[in-house]
């Protein structure tokens, strides 16, 4: 009969054999690993020391390539390719590109970054990709545009991020393509086409009409920076667009090229059903420095997103001091958000600042313009109202509190 203290024998002593084995089988496999890796490292920090040494001889260009090859052919391939892709992206870069190919061999090169295998060796293929990219090295477009169709996330985002660089209408169709039919993260596709080193316009212009309105929305976008004689128009034409996102990057996007389709396009989303497209809205008007557009955004003052009504107080402060007559009537709107915005953009600008000054030293006070300031500083609260106080020179202090107690606004905790 198994007494409590054998059915503990039974049950643990297994347990803890198991235990001792995974652990010792671990220690082995890291003890192996770090005894084959320790060369290795050690042979990589030379390697970079010597090609540090030969980038600071400043040597012409054949001279370096020279001094490269001489390198590259006392190192092994797990050195070389660590090297490589460790290396910056300069002249010296795509000469030790240049050096690693006459070492290891273009299609040796190819057949490494092409094979798909574990994603453990990913390192070795992505390096011998921006090897070949980075020497710029004949077929590497359209290698690298097949790999973007792997399964494997992390090399088609090696592959997208490497088509980035080459300055080849090949390596830009294959990054709208993976635009268009989502072959990655659309914003990281998008970042290597906003830099992408050659014009591209014409290539993007077609995205402009593309069924999916994500693809829309990154046409539209990425055009600011990379616009064609034209192209206002057609983002006009965006404005009408199902998608509000699409609408949204249209406006923002006119707003930066400019053309006579901004203030028409800009004053119609200004009653957009959706907020942030009226925000952008107000701030593309704005973009076209006329202050009369003042009258059309600040109405918004009272609108019901707080997003809307900040993007209408940063757009009238960037109009110019020429608003504030604008401004006033909405120091007596019946909305408390409107009162507010509207003191808040005239204290930002310095009205409220230079009135209250100049009124406080003269001797008899405008009524009209002290009835002013108080619906200035009453829409703006108290603290408004303290912090004017702390802002006015030290001497002027004492009459400046002295008219905030006639107009019934002393702020409190404000020394004189």
């Given amino acids: 009969m198994l007494t409590p203290s054998h059915l503990l024998d039974v049950l643990l002593l297994p347990a803890f054999y198991l235990a001792l084995g995974t652990w010792v089988g671990v220690s082995l496999v890291l003890l192996t690993r770090g005894l084959s890796g320790g060369p290795r490292a050690l042979a990589l920090a030379r390697a970079r020391g010597r090609l540090q040494e030969i980038g600071n001889q400043r040597l012409e260009a054949d001279s370096e390539l020279s001094a490269l090859v001489a390198l590259v052919a006392t190192l092994p391939e797990t050195v070389l390719l660590p090297l490589a892709a460790s290396s910056p992206d300069d002249a010296g870069a795509r000469r030790l590109a240049e050096a690693i190919i006459a070492r290891l061999g273009r ?8 094979t798909p295998g574990h994603p453990r060796h990913n390192s070795r293929r992505i390096a011998a990709m921006q090897v070949l990219a980075v020497a710029q090295s004949p077929g590497v477009t359209t290698l690298l545009a097949r790999l973007v169709d792997e399964r494997d996330p992390e090399i088609v985002g090696a592959s997208l991020a490497l088509l980035g660089r080459v300055p080849d209408q090949t390596a830009a169709a294959a990054l709208i393509d993976a635009l268009k039919h989502a072959k990655y993260t659309s914003s990281r596709i998008a970042t290597y086409l906003d830099h992408f080193p050659r014009p591209i316009g014409a290539d993007l212009r077609p995205l402009l009409h593309h069924p999916d309105p994500n693809v829309r929305y990154w ?17 006009a034409a965006l404005a009408d667009d199902p998608a509000p996102l699409v609408r949204k990057a249209a406006v923002a996007s006119l707003a930066q090229i400019g053309g006579p389709a901004l203030a028409p396009v800009a004053r119609r989303l200004l009653a957009d059903d959706t907020w942030f497209v009226r925000a952008h809205a107000a701030r593309a008007l704005a973009s076209t420095a006329d202050a009369a557009v003042a009258e059309e955004i600040a109405p918004l003052l009272a609108d019901r997103e707080w997003w809307v009504r900040l993007a209408v107080k940063e757009s009238l402060q960037e109009l110019g001091d020429e608003v504030w007559s604008v401004l006033v009537p909405y120091l007596d709107h019946e909305d408390g958000f409107a009162r507010n915005g509207a003191a808040e953009v005239l204290q930002n600008m ?7 000054v100049l009124e406080a030293v003269t001797a008899r006070p405008s009524t009209a ?4 300031l108080r619906k200035i500083a009453s829409a703006g609260g108290t603290r408004m109202t303290a912090a004017l106080l702390e802002r006015v020179d030290v001497r002027t202090r004492p009459r400046v509190r002295a008219l905030l107690e006639t107009l019934g606004l002393e702020p409190a905790g404000v020394k004189s």
């Fill in 369 to 372: 313009k002290v009835e002013m």
């Fill in 219 to 235: 046409g539209a976008t990425l055009l600011s920076r990379h616009p064609v004689p034209g192209i206002d128009q057609d983002l």
């Fill in 107 to 114: 299609e040796t090169l190819e057949g490494l970054s092409g």
């Fill in 350 to 356: 310095g009205v409220l600042d230079s009135l209250i």
